[in-house]
T-cell receptor
Framework: AQSVAQPEDQVNVAEGNPLTVKCTYS??????LFWYVQYPNRGLQFLLK??????LVKGSYGFEAEFNKSQTSFHLKKPSALVSDSALYFC?????????????FGSGTRLQVQP | GAGVSQTPSNKVTEKGKYVELRCDPI?????LYWYRQSLGQGPEFLIY????????DSGLPNDRFFAVRPEGSVSTLKIQRTERGDSAVYLC?????????????????FGEGSRLTVL
């Protein structure tokens, strides 16, 4: 069975500073990896995904994520945080060839960007 | 509308009652998913439809939960004999079909959810 771990319940960062939200995963075989963001009283929104190819994936709103197969990680990053980035972030995984095709989500990390 | 629509947005019911939650996916999306999100948790998979059929219902917690998608578009999640522990936000998502290949490569488009409160 696949699983996702987001070890930090909350990440605090000052506006203008770089941010990292951590994610590690466990699947049989190769993974498809995703990041979603949830703003208050809004549905989850897709940010970016890793399917194949370049390990560094760029997504919406200036976010990027790096796939590291040896460390089974897919950390979300942004060079310069904005107050408007404050939200709940979810990492998700789907195995390539076996197991459940629906995405399995982590428990989420709340990002708080201080002005 | 252009997005995934879920109704009702809020539902308050009493323990033991029957509840239906509706999802209207994005037009043309053949895959439809139901998730449940409890406070402070990530979305928990319930069931996945490919067209009219349930391709994976392994996330349904017990036989009180059932979902249908009779015409391959709108889906209804049905909960019988509701319990207080069923209280959560029920999320629906849709995507283009990925059934022809292993894994799910397509991004999911989520609705805003139906908040169920069982008193």
């Amino acid at each position: 069975a696949q699983s996702v771990a987001q070890p930090e319940d909350q990440v605090n960062v000052a506006e203008g500073n770089p941010l990292t939200v951590k994610c590690t995963y466990s699947v049989s075989g190769n993974p498809y990896l995703f990041w979603y963001v949830q703003y208050p009283n809004r549905g989850l929104q897709f940010l970016l995904k890793y399917i194949t190819g370049d390990n560094l994936v760029k997504g919406s709103y200036g976010f990027e994520a790096e796939f590291n197969k040896s460390q089974t990680s897919f950390h979300l990053k942004k060079p310069s945080a904005l107050v408007s980035d404050s939200a709940l972030y979810f990492c998700a995984v789907s195995p390539v060839h076996t197991g459940r095709r629906a995405l399995t989500f982590g428990s989420g990390t709340r990002l708080q960007v201080q002005p | 509308g252009a997005g995934v629509s879920q109704t009702p947005s809020n539902k308050v019911t009493e323990k033991g009652k029957y509840v239906e939650l509706r999802c209207d996916p994005i037009s043309g999306h053949t895959a439809l998913y139901w998730y449940r999100q409890s406070l402070g948790q990530g979305p928990e998979f319930l069931i996945y439809f490919q067209g009219t059929g349930a391709a994976d219902d392994s996330g349904l917690p017990n036989d009180r939960f059932f979902a249908v998608r009779p015409e391959g578009s709108v889906s209804t999640l049905k909960i019988q004999r509701t319990e207080r522990g069923d209280s959560a936000v029920y999320l629906c998502a849709s995507s283009f079909s990925t059934a022809t290949s292993g894994g799910n490569t397509g991004e999911l488009f989520f609705g805003e959810g139906s908040r169920l409160t069982v008193l």
